[in-house]
């Protein structure tokens, strides 16, 4: 139970950082120039963007192919040295894929 548990933690964490990063928002070039002191925003929050809110079908995308990408490293790996490294992968694409309910998900090889 314990392992699975850090296989799940693994593959729930980088597809919470790749969520994260899908909702930032790109900095325009305006936003990279620096201001003078004078003209600095003052206050609490005036330097923070507002994110880009995810709709349900971009993070099922997200998880998807998060859970992709990790079955295809896993299939690129045929040293049995990699072994327990594929079943690892495998183990994540598997957790990330119970999180797609009902969605279409991929035999597992």
């Known amino acids: 139970m ?4 850090k296989v799940a933690v693994s593959a729930l ?13 790109p900095v325009g ?3 990279t120039r620096g201001l003078s002191i004078e003209e600095s925003p003052v206050g ?15 993070v099922t995308d997200i998880v998807r192919a998060e859970a ?6 896993a299939a690129q ?6 072994a327990d490294r594929v079943a690892r992968l495998r183990a994540e694409a598997a957790v990330l894929h ?4 009902g969605h ?6």
């Open 77 to 82: 790996l045929k040293a049995p040295a990699h």
């Open 29 to 31: 070039e305006a936003g």
């Open 44 to 58: 609490v929050g005036v330097t923070e963007a507002v994110r880009r809110e995810l709709s349900e079908r971009d």
């Open 2 to 5: 314990r392992a699975r548990d």
């Open 13 to 25: 964490r980088a597809t919470l950082s790749a969520l994260d990063n899908a909702e930032a928002v």
């Open 68 to 73: 992709t990408e990790r079955l295809d490293v």
């Open 104 to 109: 279409d998900t991929p035999d597992q090889p």
């Open 98 to 101: 119970g999180f797609l309910d």
